[in-house]
């Protein structure tokens, strides 16, 4: 009998399909994930409104958005960075059967500026750098007004908490030399979830969907029935 990834069996002679859908982090799109997508198929929803609108929308309103595209049937939730939040807000859905949380930026340590300068440039040095010109390439499509309005939407959240009422599995992956997303925060949110774990990737960064690509994708691909790699 098929399992979840904590061992409870899934009901049923075979279960159901489940899509993979994952939000980029601040500032980027369907471009971090491009190395990712060669591997497994996924869905990608870049936060609504980056760049995009006039007003940036809240937290719940950015929830509510990607919980109206998540289609039929069941799916695993995957965020990056500061879209952990969003994931995290959105994962009550009944449709959701997973969620994994890439690297989460929600550290209450983080949320004034000068602390949040210097792990962002301790993380960076350890970033591999021939993904610069693509990290920029994004960033400048959103543009730093929109990053810093979202930020101020979504830092206060409070995702450990959130993260205790969230009753599927919740994986939390951090790479070892990032920075943003400290050992212990993440301990600490897998910790908070009733069924969650965490999972750590030996000399990543915070760019894992960039850099670990292989790594990435095969937590996606451990999910059960989870859609078929891609030929790409």
Not at 63 to 89: F, T
Not at 145 to 158: E, G, N, T
């Amino acid at each position: 009998m098929a399992t979840d990834p904590d061992g409870t069996p899934l009901m049923g002679r075979h279960a159901p399909p489940v899509r993979c859908v994952v939000v980029p982090g601040l500032g980027l799109d369907e471009r971090s994930w491009a190395r990712v997508r060669r591997r497994v198929a996924v869905t990608v929803v870049p936060l609504p409104g980056m760049g995009l609108a006039r007003r940036v929308p809240t937290l719940e309103e950015l929830a509510g958005r990607l919980r109206a595209q998540l289609g039929e049937g069941p799916v695993l939730l995957v965020g990056h960075s500061q879209s952990c939040q969003v994931v995290a807000a959105a994962a009550g859905d009944p449709r959701v059967t997973g969620v994994v949380l890439l690297g989460p930026t929600t550290d209450p340590r983080l949320r004034r500026p000068l602390g949040l300068v210097g792990r962002w440039l301790r993380t960076a040095w350890g970033e591999a750098w021939w993904q610069v010109p693509l990290v920029v390439a994004q960033w400048w499509r959103t543009g730093p007004r929109a990053m810093a309005a979202l930020w101020r939407v979504a830092a206060p959240d409070d995702v450990e908490h959130r993260l205790r009422g969230v009753r599927v599995p919740v994986t939390v992956v951090r790479g070892t030399r990032d920075r943003l997303c400290a050992h212990d925060w993440a301990a600490r949110l897998a910790g908070a979830a009733p069924r969650g774990r965490l999972v750590e990737i030996p000399g990543a960064a915070h760019m894992t969907p960039h850099t670990h690509p292989g790594r990435v994708a095969g937590l996606i691909a451990q999910w059960p029935s989870v859609m078929p790699r891609t030929s790409a």
